[in-house]
């Protein structure tokens, strides 16, 4: 039941302020309709922004010069930082990030974020937690697996059949898993990110 708490709940007395930015650039002042909102306006004086074939790229009075000794391909010609962050803008200049570039799962074309399915996945109640990653396909390219940790015991078989029941409905076809993992815990990065790139 973790997960439903939000940051105001566990810290009704502490004010939280949002921010936005990266190591490569610096963090920049943002502002949202609201709490629960996941777009965002950078504010910052200086803090420039712009979204060139889907990717967030940012630019910034702090930004750095390049990493040592390791080519750059992070920054473009004219000077604006790759965030590798996948991005939308939206009608009134708010900004939305999807997931990261590189993670982006390609179905004989189409796109699959991670996280959307990972989303709908976590509403389930028979999910404690998951993963979803690309798998190798001889005729889409790629396919979506996922590995899951279950809510609490229960039958490898019991569970793919109730949550492919439970995104039935939900996802598109080309976004449902070919695969579904049952493991004891999803691995995770030393900086706590989700390791997309296993393939069981």
């Known amino acids: 039941m973790w997960?439903?708490?939000s940051a105001y709940d566990i810290f009704p007395r502490v004010r939280l302020l949002q921010a936005f930015g990266t190591s490569e650039t610096g963090i920049a002042g943002t502002q949202s309709a609201s709490s629960q909102s996941t777009r965002f306006k950078i504010v910052?004086?200086?803090?420039?922004?712009?979204?060139?074939?889907?990717e967030l790229q940012l630019k910034s009075p702090s930004q750095f010069l390049g990493y040592l000794n390791v080519p750059n391909t992070?920054?473009?010609?004219?000077?604006?930082?790759?965030?590798?962050d996948l991005a939308e803008l939206g009608s009134d200049g708010d900004i939305r990030?999807?997931?990261?570039?590189?993670e982006v799962?390609?179905?004989?074309?189409?796109?699959?974020?991670?996280?959307?399915?990972?989303s709908l996945l976590l509403s389930c109640p028979l999910v404690s937690d998951c993963v979803a990653y690309g798998l190798k396909n001889a005729i889409t390219g790629q396919a979506v697996g996922v590995s899951i940790k279950p809510a609490y015991p229960i039958n490898g078989d019991d569970l793919r059949k109730e949550v492919m029941n439970f995104l039935a409905e939900k996802l598109e076809r080309f976004k449902m898993p070919v695969k579904i993992t049952v493991v004891d815990e999803i691995v995770v990065s030393e900086r706590s990110k989700k390791k997309r790139n296993i393939e069981f």
Not at 44 to 54: A, S
Not at 97 to 102: F, W
Not at 105 to 118: D, F, T
């Open 3 to 5: 997960g439903l708490w």
């Open 44 to 54: 910052d004086e200086g803090f420039e922004h712009r979204i060139v074939d889907g």
């Open 74 to 84: 992070s920054l473009t010609d004219d000077g604006w930082f790759r965030t590798g």
């Open 97 to 102: 990030i999807l997931g990261r570039i590189k």
């Open 105 to 118: 799962i390609n179905v004989g074309g189409e796109k699959v974020l991670p996280l959307e399915v990972e």
